[in-house]
T-cell receptor, first 114, second 114 residues
């Protein structure tokens, strides 16, 4: 298995909803990442998990809450989002936190906040 | 924050021609990577070049790195319609905490006309 699987592929949520994005990989990668990408913009780093511990939080608002239950799973819990949070949310993984092999990305979750 | 800046931001060529994209960055790096993204999808890792390397090949891809000029180029030879996508360079810097921070440039949108 050489993939990063993200679910759901599309999500529409209201500003008062609570939802979660899920990411899964079975490549034995020890670092996992959440990126946010707005239309026609590059991905922007949100969180980095290294060996299941949060190692980077790029000053992301608390309405985004990451969770790494185990080495294969990464969640992003969403609560009280704003319409400007609508974006493509990408999960990625790498062999090690300081890997020289690049990232493997999932296909993303297209989030629309209404 | 964004580090890499790709040039040009958009490129349109005929099938069979070569496509060259450039990336400039501002700080020191450990390695530089190139990714491809088809519209609204996840990113695909193409090639990684380490800071002590000057040139690397992978199939129809050729990447150069000039650390003195803080620039890199991606050459796609004999382009195909399927190469139509956005291409991002990503600079990688290892932190003292043992994790890598990957920062994406603004991207080049390549269109290959059949």
């Amino acid at each position: 298995d050489t993939e990063v699987t993200q679910t759901p592929k599309h999500l529409v949520m209201g500003m008062t909803n609570k939802k979660s994005l899920k990411c899964e990989q079975h490549m034995g990668h020890r670092a996992m990442y959440w990126y946010k990408q707005k239309a026609k913009k590059p991905p922007e780093l949100m969180f980095v998990y290294s060996y299941e511990k949060l190692s980077i939080n790029e000053s992301v608002p608390s309405r985004f809450s990451p969770e790494c239950p185990n080495s294969s799973l990464l969640n992003l819990h969403l609560h009280a989002l704003q319409p400007e949070d609508s974006a493509l949310y990408l999960c990625a993984s790498s062999q090690e936190p300081d890997s020289n092999y690049g990232y493997t990305f999932g296909s993303g979750t297209r989030l629309t906040v209404v | 924050s964004q580090q890499g800046e790709e040039d040009p931001q958009a490129l349109s060529i005929q099938e069979g021609e070569n496509a060259t994209m450039n990336c400039s960055y501002k700080t020191s790096i450990n390695n530089l990577q190139w990714y491809r993204q088809n519209s609204g999808r996840g990113l695909v890792h193409l090639i990684l070049i380490r800071s002590n390397e000057r040139e690397k090949h992978s199939g129809r891809l050729r990447v150069t790195l000039d650390t003195s000029k803080k620039s890199s180029s991606l050459l796609i030879t004999a382009s195909r319609a399927a190469d139509t996508a956005s291409y991002f360079c990503a600079t990688v810097l290892y932190s003292s905490g043992g994790y890598q921070k990957v920062t994406f440039g603004i991207g080049t949108k390549l269109q290959v006309i059949p």
